[in-house]
């Protein structure tokens, strides 16, 4: 049996991530995952992800998305990879509700430069944008666009230019305690490997691998799609469309500025379809392009142009919309992590030094008690 100081199960966004940090603690890694590499069938698929730091959500993950987007522009250099595209971001709906008074909370509160825009403002800076009247937005100047794949990637070359070893195709089935101390990890293939620490980073099938903790984690299928807009494509870029978040008759909708590669991206947040990740409907029907052209052919017209891309992707969401970040109750060797509920990409970095301090050091200075797996039984 081959033995390292470190296995981390899953290589989707956290699991690269905390591989990457315990490569760059001088540990030697192994990263098992169960599909080919930049398949992504978890909730790391569809190529871009939005960061903001005013959290709507959750004012106070405000410092760990700042530390994130500091942490990306590092990776960004030490990868020589263009990662982060920093575009502004518009969070709004009907004045009053969740998400305005959220992101003006999170904005005002934490020092973050902003403003405030009503509809006809939104519409004369953004001719694409036609919200409804009563819409009131923050506009915060820090937040833009992530390329996962990419970053994804960057993760992982730091773990192999650290000679540790990444294996695809490799369904973990079984992890156990080993008799003379650390892990064992066993794979689909009948190979077992030993770790002194255990990541485990499953996305959405992190519940099969700590059943006795029993989280309540709940998937959900979403679709992400690109349009080809009916405008010209460079005016409504990076450098002229922020990312936003609009709330439009109860339901947030959000996109990201148009990507030559990719398309205008305009998406539901929370489609509300929950799924068992090993069945869940993979393609993308009728059915879930016209959920997205109803709010574009009212709100934004010009964009409904072809479908560019799309692609069915996982949130794993917590009753309370955050991330469940722990080391095991009965194993504290191993640590895991679901971070997702729709939002959870931005803080990779940070998310990955979090899960080496766990099962390196056995806690972390990051403020980890609202991630903690026991609160839902409390
Ligand atoms: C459509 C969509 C839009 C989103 N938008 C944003 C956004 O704008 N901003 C943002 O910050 N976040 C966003 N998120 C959330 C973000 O993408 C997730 O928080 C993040 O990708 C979660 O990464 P993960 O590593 O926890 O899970 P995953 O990426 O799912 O990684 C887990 C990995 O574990 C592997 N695995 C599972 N079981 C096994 C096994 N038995 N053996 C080996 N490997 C296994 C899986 O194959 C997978 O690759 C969005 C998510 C989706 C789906």
């Known amino acids: 049996m081959e033995t390292f100081d470190a296995i981390v199960v899953g290589l989707g966004a956290h699991g690269s991530a905390a591989a990457a940090a315990l490569a760059r603690r001088g540990q030697r890694v192994l990263g098992l995952e169960r599909f080919g590499r930049g398949e992504a069938f978890g909730s790391s698929g569809g190529w871009s992800r939005m960061i903001r730091i005013a959290h709507f959500e959750h004012p106070w993950l405000v410092p760990l ?23 502004g971001g518009l969070y709004g709906g009907p004045g009053g509700s969740a998400i305005v008074a959220g992101a003006r909370d999170s904005a005002a509160g934490h020092g973050l430069a902003h403003e405030v825009l009503d509809a006809a403002e939104i519409h004369r800076r953004w ?43 490799r369904r973990v089935v079984d992890w156990r305690p080993a008799t003379g101390g650390g892990f064992e990890v066993e794979t689909a293939d009948g190979q077992v490997a030993g770790g002194e620490h255990l990541v485990l980073a499953a996305g959405p099938w992190t519940a099969e691998f700590v059943p ?38 109860g339901t947030a909708y959000y996109g990201i500025p148009y990507d030559p590669e990719l398309g205008l991206k305009v998406s539901i947040h929370h489609w509300g379809t929950f ?43 917590t009753p309370d919309e955050t991330f469940v970040i722990d ?26 030094e979090i899960l080496a301090d766990l099962v390196t050091d056995g806690s972390t200075s990051w403020p980890i008690e609202p991630f903690r797996a026991d609160r839902f039984a409390r």
């Open 65 to 87: 998305a700042t530390a994130s987007w500091d942490r990306w522009l590092d990776l960004e250099r030490e990868s020589a990879t263009g990662l982060l595209t920093r575009t």
């Open 127 to 169: 001719p694409i944008l036609q919200p409804a009247d009563d819409t009131v937005a923050i506009l915060e100047e820090r937040a833009g666009t992530i390329r996962i794949d990419r970053a994804i990637e960057a993760q992982l070359g730091i773990v192999e230019e650290a000679g540790g070893q990444l294996g695809f195709d």
């Open 212 to 249: 006795d903790l029993e989280l309540p984690l709940v998937v959900e299928r979403e679709v992400p799609m690109w349009f080809r807009p009916t405008v010209e494509p460079a005016t409504v870029g990076a450098d002229r469309l922020p990312i936003w978040v609009l709330r439009d008759e």
């Open 275 to 317: 799924a068992d990740p090993d069945t869940v409907e993979r393609a993308v029907g009728p059915a879930d392009i016209e959920r997205v052209r109803a709010f574009m052919r009212t709100r934004m017209p010009a964009a409904n142009g072809p479908l560019a891309n799309a692609k069915v992707c996982l949130y794993t969401n």
């Open 327 to 352: 080391r095991h109750p009965a194993a504290p060797g191993v640590a895991f992590a679901s971070a997702c509920s729709g939002h959870g990409f931005k803080f990779a970095p940070v998310i990955g």
